[in-house]
């Protein structure tokens, strides 16, 4: 007995050592105004502060802002943050004037993390820069088609494999009651919302035109000119698609973000729509969702034609046009986004930055993270190699067996494919997707420029871009970061 | 207060010598701040005035001519001259700014035809005024105007069959349509709480009440009032046929929702002002005007109207000024969207803030001081002297 006193009292000493490390730290994370991503971080602090002692103060900024916030609190030394939980694609406007903390270190030190768990993409992109980690991914984003099993088995229809097959099925859906309460009911729901997350929908359509020959090749920019590849046949073909979709969707869908139309399809109201892994477990929800087990995932939808970068043409596939397709049909997932990840102010005190990195590593631990995956509100993904493989993890959470198969499958293929599109991560491409892209896609909805003049708008905007940043400089960051050697 | 009480004049010797200099200059520098009393107090207000409002002013139109990028431990700035306006006159962000020009239309002809003629007429008539004609008020008038036709083939372009209001196009609308609105509807109401109704003094405050509401909520409001899916009149909507219809997607639609809710907002100031302003018109006109047999339509058209004149005038530039800057409304009720069909000029410059170009956002600053200046001032010249004589 004694000596089991003695035993107590030794692990309460170094428990309260481990206590007292960030006893009276006091630290501030920015993210976007939730709930989602906030909710977790929120939720989650005061057990941090419990088990360390570090106080976590988590602020929220719209989404519109979050960029230049970070960029002007760091940039001006006001260094009111001492953590930022953002896009990864942005880091390398905060790596090069050397505003991020390099956490190389920290996370080979870290055994808790189980570093070599996190899926790749997400260690080797989301994460790292130039070799140099920088940020924690907190969650794991890939967009997919989701669509409502019942209606399509009720209409004999079967899953998306083409953006043909996405608008056949919207159109013969589209003014079917959905969810039994006698009103008619809508064939797509896409965000299309201005300032908001329609520019990586519309990235996700055209990926598959655009790119066929791996991920390497890029759907942004011509590797070898840096020119925009937004004024040719497939590009046109995709905003086809893109607008065919309006005409299934809601009344106002020009005004919807994803918190919209994730809430229209978890209360019935659409037969497909774009999302991230959110859906998947927002459906699960039996407080808000009415779609529990009548939701699918797919891969994004492909195409059987594909660019051809010499004629700006398109060109059906074959062996040598599309080396990847499936039953001739060529699919690019869309890593867009790259996941909500946390990184630490370079300026911040030594020992409030390692409260911030210990913070971030408690999120992504799997003793945390596999929970937050699998509800709807924290808004974060699957991420871990251990948590697609983990099934009673998600029946335990509500899905059903086949539902999470089915949702964790199509993550799986989008993540494991080796064509897939990765977002874009030179400097300052929040001005080319933010501004550019997305007010000519929102013009051209709102009927207020041609398909002809949205694509020379892009198409001149990121010129212009390119050429006030440096041509030489730009393509330099975009084949380094697709991988292309030259 | 002399020193020691001593007769002046007494002193002897280097000493005396040194008072009557010490006194000199006490006296010199007394009479300087005699003499320049009513700047000395001034310096710390036009201090800062300078620090506050030029200072800024300056950089802005300083920045507006660069381009800036943040580096390690602040940013750096890089002259590019008018770059940034050739932008939005000349380059990627032309459509966004001007707009798209599309074919004119007879109507379109028509209306310009019919103000140019009006300002021709306003010329003619200053020249046929007899009152202090200048060289360079005639040179005045004819660039005004001639900028002011400019500026209406700009519009009716815009708004033409094939045509696209740009963010300047969109600004105007919002300040001509809207307050033209504004200004009939707050004469009407001023009119009809002057009558002896029952309940007057309730309809007073209520009339009021918009004026109050943070211009968020407003926003918020009326976003609430479109939304045909889910809004609190709905039903209504259901009942019209319209519940799957949506006016805030199409660009009319939006920009109508936008200038109701301004609209809404600031009638209630347009109201109190011409209300206070016919309480305090003479009775005694009216009072002849009704023993001369004049009916309702008559004292109003040429006692009571041409009484507002003054206040009329004053009032529309208060709420000019304030009209050019709108942002809140569109910002919050439909996002600048759908497309750009309800960016105002204070909100394209928000937006492009926002991507960090900062010289792009101070150059259509810079553009929306020059129009609102140019529109302001000729306002106040041509319209505001006249309602005064």
Same mark, same amino acid.
């Given at each position: 007995?004694?000596?089991?006193?003695?035993?107590?009292?030794?692990?309460?000493?170094?428990?309260?050592?481990?206590?007292?490390?960030?006893?009276?730290?006091?630290?501030?994370?920015?993210?976007?105004?939730?709930?989602?991503?906030?909710?977790?971080?929120?939720?989650?602090?005061?057990?941090?502060?419990?088990?360390?002692?570090?106080?976590?103060?988590?602020?929220?900024?719209?989404?519109?802002?979050?960029?230049?916030?970070?960029?002007?609190?760091?940039?001006?030394?006001?260094?009111?943050?001492?953590?930022?939980?953002?896009?990864?694609?942005?880091?390398?406007?905060?790596?090069?004037?050397?505003?991020?903390?390099?956490?190389?270190?920290?996370?080979?030190?870290?055994?808790?993390?189980?570093?070599?768990?996190?899926?790749?993409f997400f260690r080797d992109f989301s994460s790292t820069f130039e070799g140099q980690i920088y940020t924690i991914p907190l969650d794991g984003d890939f967009q997919m088609v989701y669509y409502r099993t019942d209606v399509l088995e009720e209409n004999g229809l079967e899953a998306p494999a083409t953006w043909d097959d996405y608008i056949n099925i919207a159109g013969s859906v589209d003014g079917q009651d959905m969810n039994g309460d006698g009103e008619p009911d809508f064939g797509s729901c896409i965000a299309k919302k201005r300032n908001a997350q329609s520019y990586w929908m519309?990235?996700?359509?055209?990926?598959?035109?655009?790119?066929?020959?791996?991920?390497?090749?890029?759907?942004?920019?011509?590797?070898?000119?840096?020119?925009?590849?937004?004024?040719?046949?497939?590009?046109?073909?995709?905003?086809?698609?893109?607008?065919?979709?309006?005409?299934?969707?809601?009344?106002?869908?020009?005004?919807?973000?994803?918190?919209?139309?994730?809430?229209?399809?978890?209360?019935?109201?659409?037969?497909?729509?774009?999302?991230?892994?959110?859906?998947?477990?927002?459906?699960?929800?039996?407080?808000?969702?009415?779609?529990?087990?009548?939701?699918?995932?797919?891969?994004?939808?492909?195409?059987?034609?594909?660019?051809?970068?010499?004629?700006?043409?398109?060109?059906?596939?074959?062996?040598?046009?599309?080396?990847?397709?499936?039953?001739?049909?060529?699919?690019?997932?869309?890593?867009?986004?790259?996941?909500?990840?946390?990184?630490?102010?370079?300026?911040?005190?030594?020992?409030?930055?390692?409260?911030?990195?210990?913070?971030?590593?408690?999120?992504?631990?799997?003793?945390?993270?596999?929970?937050?995956?699998?509800?709807?509100?924290?808004?974060?993904?699957?991420?871990?190699?251990?948590?697609?493989?983990?099934?009673?993890?998600?029946?335990?959470?509500?899905?059903?067996?086949?539902?999470?198969?089915?949702?964790?499958?199509?993550?799986?293929?989008?993540?494991?494919?080796?064509?897939?599109?990765?977002?874009?991560?030179?400097?300052?491409?929040?001005?080319?997707?933010?501004?550019?892209?997305?007010?000519?896609?929102?013009?051209?909805?709102?009927?207020?420029?041609?398909?002809?003049?949205?694509?020379?708008?892009?198409?001149?905007?990121?010129?212009?871009?390119?050429?006030?940043?440096?041509?030489?400089?730009?393509?330099?960051?975009?084949?380094?970061?697709?991988?292309?050697?030259? | 207060?002399?020193?020691?009480?001593?007769?002046?004049?007494?002193?002897?010797?280097?000493?005396?010598?040194?008072?009557?200099?010490?006194?000199?200059?006490?006296?010199?520098?007394?009479?300087?701040?005699?003499?320049?009393?009513?700047?000395?107090?001034?310096?710390?207000?036009?201090?800062?005035?300078?620090?506050?409002?030029?200072?800024?002013?300056?950089?802005?139109?300083?920045?507006?001519?660069?381009?800036?990028r943040f580096v390690r431990g602040g940013f750096e700035i890089t002259f590019v001259g008018l770059r940034n306006y050739r932008k939005l006159i000349k380059g990627s962000e032309k459509r966004h700014f001007l707009g798209v020009f599309g074919d004119f239309s007879l109507i379109s002809w028509l209306i310009l035809i019919v103000f140019v003629a009006l300002l021709g007429y306003a010329l003619w008539r200053y020249l046929r005024s007899g009152h202090r004609i200048s060289a360079a008020g005639v040179i005045y008038r004819i660039i005004t105007f001639s900028i002011l036709s400019?500026?209406?083939?700009?519009?009716?372009?815009?708004?033409?069959?094939?045509?696209?209001?740009?963010?300047?196009?969109?600004?105007?609308?919002?300040?001509?349509?809207?307050?033209?609105?504004?200004?009939? $509807?707050?004469? *009407?109401?001023?009119?009809?709480? %002057?009558?002896? @109704?029952?309940?007057?003094? =309730? &309809?007073?405050?209520?009339? /009021?009440?918009?004026?109050?509401?943070?211009?968020?909520?407003?926003?918020?409001?009326?976003?609430?009032?479109?939304?045909?899916?889910?809004?609190?009149?709905?039903?209504?909507?259901?009942?019209?046929?319209?519940?799957?219809?949506?006016?805030?997607?199409?660009?009319?639609?939006?920009?109508?929702?936008?200038?109701?809710?301004?609209?809404?907002?600031?009638?209630?100031?347009?109201?109190?002002?011409?209300?206070?302003?016919?309480?305090?018109?003479?009775?005694?006109?009216?009072?002849?005007?009704?023993?001369?047999?004049?009916?309702?339509?008559?004292?109003?058209?040429?006692?009571?109207?041409?009484?507002?004149?003054?206040?009329?005038?004053?009032?529309?530039?208060?709420?000019?000024?304030?009209?050019?800057?709108?942002?809140?409304?569109?910002?919050? $009720?439909?996002? *600048?969207?759908?497309?750009?069909? %309800?960016?105002? @000029?204070?909100?394209?410059? =928000? &937006?492009?803030?926002?991507? /960090?170009?900062?010289?792009?956002?101070?150059?259509?600053?810079?553009?929306?001081?020059?129009?609102?200046?140019?529109?302001?001032?000729?306002?106040?010249?041509?319209?505001?002297?006249?309602?005064?004589?």
């Amino acid at each position: 007995m004694k000596r089991f006193i003695i035993l107590l009292l030794l692990a309460s000493a170094m428990l309260g050592v481990a206590f007292a490390q960030f006893e009276g730290v006091e630290a501030t994370i920015v993210t976007f105004t939730g709930p989602q991503i906030a909710e977790p971080l929120q939720r989650r602090s005061p057990d941090f502060e419990a088990l360390t002692g570090a106080k976590m103060n988590v602020v929220t900024v719209p989404f519109s802002d979050l960029y230049q916030q970070i960029l002007t609190d760091v940039a001006t030394n006001t260094n009111s943050f001492d953590g930022f939980v953002f896009a990864p694609q942005w880091m390398v406007d905060y790596i090069v004037p050397g505003f991020l903390e390099d956490l190389t270190d920290r996370v080979a030190a870290d055994s808790d993390l189980l570093w070599q768990d996190v899926a790749p993409f997400f260690r080797d992109f989301s994460s790292t820069f130039e070799g140099q980690i920088y940020t924690i991914p907190l969650d794991g984003d890939f967009q997919m088609v989701y669509y409502r099993t019942d209606v399509l088995e009720e209409n004999g229809l079967e899953a998306p494999a083409t953006w043909d097959d996405y608008i056949n099925i919207a159109g013969s859906v589209d003014g079917q009651d959905m969810n039994g309460d006698g009103e008619p009911d809508f064939g797509s729901c896409i965000a299309k919302k201005r300032n908001a997350q329609s520019y990586w929908m519309i990235t996700s359509v055209w990926g598959a035109f655009i790119q066929s020959q791996g991920t390497s090749q890029g759907a942004f920019f011509n590797t070898d000119t840096m020119e925009p590849l937004v004024n040719n046949a497939a590009f046109e073909s995709a905003l086809d698609v893109y607008l065919a979709t309006t005409e299934f969707g809601p009344p106002d869908e020009l005004n919807l973000d994803v918190g919209d139309t994730r809430g229209l399809f978890t209360s019935g109201r659409c037969a497909l729509s774009i999302d991230w892994g959110d859906i998947g477990t927002l459906a699960i929800d039996p407080t808000t969702s009415v779609v529990q087990n009548k939701v699918g995932a797919v891969i994004l939808p492909g195409s059987t034609q594909v660019l051809d970068r010499d004629t700006g043409e398109l060109v059906d596939c074959d062996a040598n046009t599309c080396p990847f397709a499936v039953n001739g049909v060529n699919h690019a997932p869309f890593a867009a986004f790259g996941g909500w990840s946390g990184a630490v102010n370079a300026a911040a005190d030594p020992l409030v930055k390692d409260a911030v990195y210990a913070f971030f590593s408690y999120m992504n631990q799997p003793a945390q993270s596999n929970i937050d995956v699998t509800i709807g509100i924290t808004g974060f993904n699957p991420y871990r190699v251990s948590q697609f493989e983990n099934l009673p993890l998600w029946i335990t959470a509500g899905m059903s067996r086949e539902a999470a198969l089915n949702y964790l499958g199509a993550i799986r293929e989008s993540l494991n494919s080796p064509n897939m599109v990765l977002d874009l991560r030179i400097p300052q491409n929040q001005r080319y997707q933010q501004i550019v892209l997305d007010t000519a896609i929102s013009q051209l909805l709102a009927g207020e420029l041609t398909k002809e003049e949205a694509m020379q708008q892009i198409y001149d905007g990121w010129q212009e871009i390119t050429d006030e940043l440096g041509l030489e400089d730009q393509l330099s960051a975009y084949r380094s970061t697709l991988g292309v050697q030259r | 207060m002399r020193s020691g009480g001593r007769p002046e004049g007494t002193l002897q010797g280097p000493d005396a010598s040194q008072t009557r200099r010490s006194r000199s200059l006490r006296e010199r520098i007394g009479s300087w701040f005699d003499r320049n009393a009513g700047n000395v107090f001034l310096l710390p207000t036009f201090l800062i005035v300078l620090l506050l409002s030029i200072f800024p002013f300056l950089v802005s139109a300083y920045l507006s001519l660069s381009r800036i990028r943040f580096v390690r431990g602040g940013f750096e700035i890089t002259f590019v001259g008018l770059r940034n306006y050739r932008k939005l006159i000349k380059g990627s962000e032309k459509r966004h700014f001007l707009g798209v020009f599309g074919d004119f239309s007879l109507i379109s002809w028509l209306i310009l035809i019919v103000f140019v003629a009006l300002l021709g007429y306003a010329l003619w008539r200053y020249l046929r005024s007899g009152h202090r004609i200048s060289a360079a008020g005639v040179i005045y008038r004819i660039i005004t105007f001639s900028i002011l036709s400019y500026g209406m083939w700009y519009l009716l372009k815009t708004l033409s069959s094939g045509g696209r209001p740009g963010t300047l196009a969109v600004t105007f609308i919002y300040v001509f349509l809207g307050i033209g609105c504004q200004y009939l $509807l707050g004469l *009407g109401l001023a009119l009809l709480t %002057t009558q002896r @109704l029952v309940g007057r003094r =309730f &309809f007073r405050v209520v009339f /009021l009440l918009p004026m109050m509401i943070t211009p968020v909520g407003i926003a918020y409001t009326f976003r609430m009032l479109t939304d045909t899916d889910k809004g609190p009149i709905n039903p209504i909507w259901k009942l019209l046929g319209l519940a799957e219809v949506s006016w805030v997607t199409s660009p009319w639609g939006a920009r109508w929702a936008i200038m109701i809710g301004d609209i809404w907002q600031w009638t209630p100031f347009m109201f109190i002002v011409l209300l206070a302003a016919i309480e305090g018109l003479p009775e005694e006109l009216f009072e002849a005007a009704h023993v001369d047999g004049a009916s309702r339509w008559q004292i109003f058209w040429n006692i009571t109207l041409p009484q507002l004149v003054p206040v009329s005038v004053t009032v529309v530039l208060i709420r000019m000024i304030e009209a050019f800057k709108i942002v809140d409304l569109p910002n919050v $009720l439909t996002n *600048g969207g759908p497309g750009t069909a %309800t960016e105002s @000029l204070t909100l394209h410059s =928000f &937006f492009t803030w926002r991507a /960090l170009d900062l010289g792009g956002s101070a150059a259509i600053a810079y553009m929306l001081l020059i129009v609102s200046l140019f529109v302001g001032i000729s306002y106040a010249n041509l319209l505001q002297q006249r309602a005064q004589r």
